[in-house]
């Protein structure tokens, strides 16, 4: 990145707790995404930390500079994992 973090970006092949007995239930008027499959996208500063979005609560899109899938305003996006650490 820009700023000399990093973004990691994975994909699932089913919504992530899809198989738990409690689904998952975002907070702050967030709406739960349906899509058969998760992405999460993670941000790490240049120390190695950082945080984590999905697309649980936010829509997939192209990203055409870094030719990958990302997710879609990333920025506006809840955030879901906090705490993240890059070892």
């Given at each position: 990145?820009?700023?000399?973090?990093?973004?990691?970006?994975?994909?699932?092949?089913?919504?992530?707790?899809?198989?738990?007995?409690?689904?998952?239930?975002?907070t702050g008027g967030a709406k739960l995404m349906?899509?058969?499959?998760?992405?999460?996208?993670?941000?790490?500063?240049?120390?190695?930390?950082?945080?984590?979005?999905?697309?649980?609560a936010t829509k997939v899109d192209a990203d055409?500079?870094?030719?990958?899938?990302?997710?879609?305003?990333?920025?506006?996006?809840?955030?879901?994992?906090?705490?993240?650490?890059?070892?």
């Amino acid at each position: 990145m820009p700023d000399g973090g990093e973004r990691i970006i994975m994909a699932i092949d089913r919504q992530l707790g899809s198989y738990e007995p409690q689904r998952w239930k975002l907070t702050g008027g967030a709406k739960l995404m349906d899509y058969p499959f998760t992405i999460i996208e993670l941000h790490f500063s240049k120390a190695g930390l950082g945080e984590g979005k999905a697309s649980l609560a936010t829509k997939v899109d192209a990203d055409k500079d870094a030719k990958t899938i990302a997710l879609e305003n990333y920025g506006g996006a809840p955030v879901l994992f906090m705490g993240v650490k890059k070892s």
